[in-house]
């Protein structure tokens, strides 16, 4: 391995252990269960999604946000 691939490799171990360390965001925190009810929103209104909603609310208690 040349000393620049170790150097990335080095600087990669970094980068993630840094972000491992930062605090998850709601605005991140279950991309697919808000993907999924921000459509229904949009598309069929905020009363016909309650099913929806509560997933993504189950999906974030889950990862220690309260809501």
């Known amino acids: 391995m040349s000393a620049l691939s170790a150097a990335s490799v080095g600087t990669a171990a970094v980068t993630e252990s840094t972000e491992q ?31 929806l909603i509560e997933a993504h609310k189950d999906c974030m208690r889950a990862l220690g946000f309260k809501v």
């Open 21 to 51: 360390k930062k605090p998850l965001k709601p605005c991140c925190a279950c991309p697919e269960t808000k993907k999924v009810r921000d459509a229904c929103i949009i598309e069929k209104g905020e009363e016909n999604c309650r099913d």
